[in-house]
Structure formats: C-alpha cells, structure tokens
Nanobody
Framework: QVQLVESGGGLVQPGGSLRLSCVAS????????MAWYRQAPGNQRERVAA???????SYADSVSGRFTISRDNAKNTVYLQMNSLKPEDTAVYYCNAFLRRTTMDVGDYWGQGTQVTVSS
C-alpha cells in the first residue's frame, strides 16, 4: 500500500502565498518523480510542476517564476511554494508520485487533493 497525503490548501487573497505539502508513505522503495497537478471546474487536470531525482524541477508556463517545487527525499515529501497567486490559480491541487514499491512494481500514485481558492 502507498498513500499520498496533501496539506496546506485554503483561501488566499490575490497576490498572496500558500505552501502545499505532500507526504508519501507505505511500501516505497524509491520515488522517481514527484509532481503537482491541478484541476479547476470544467477543465482537464494539468501538471503544474514536477521534480525528478537527478534532473531537477520543471514548471508549466502559467506558474513559472511564481511557484517553486522542492522535495525532501529523506521524508518522501514534496512541497509547492506558491507566490503571487492569481484567481486563475484556483483549483484542486493533487500530488502525484511515480515510484517503485518494495514489491518492485512501478506505478503512479495520487493524493486525494487539496482545494486552493484565490479570491478577494
């Protein structure tokens, strides 16, 4: 079993900041990529940022320069620091991990999502 649990969402005014966290736990051997996705009502889920071991981070154009993804490998945790938030950043944010389990199978795992609302 593998679980991803997000935290840190909430309501923030335009221009404000939030920090999301996601902890992966369970029968994990190694995590290759950790990423954040988001989905707004009526829209498809889109990848916001990702960080891959030995490669580094990548960002969607819409958040580049405002969001920063980081990870703590010792804690199997990924963070998303979101600054200069805009109303269009409002969405449910999902944590994703591409990993190898201790049983040696490889796959994608998802968190339950955390709501981020940017509004005055």
């Amino acid at each position: 079993q593998v679980q991803l649990v997000e935290s840190g969402g909430g309501l923030v005014q335009p221009g404000g900041s939030l920090r999301l966290s996601c902890v992966a736990s369970g029968s994990i051997a190694s995590i290759y990529t950790m990423a954040w996705y988001r989905q707004a009502p009526g829209n498809q889920r889109e990848r916001v940022a990702a960080i891959t071991a030995g490669i580094g981070p990548s960002y969607a154009d819409s958040v580049s320069g405002r969001f920063t993804i980081s990870r703590d490998n010792a804690k199997n945790t990924v963070y998303l620091q979101m600054n200069s938030l805009k109303p269009e950043d409002t969405a449910v944010y999902y944590c994703n991990a591409f990993l190898r389990r201790t049983t040696m199978d490889v796959g994608d795992y998802w968190g339950q999502g955390t709501q981020v609302t940017v509004s005055s």
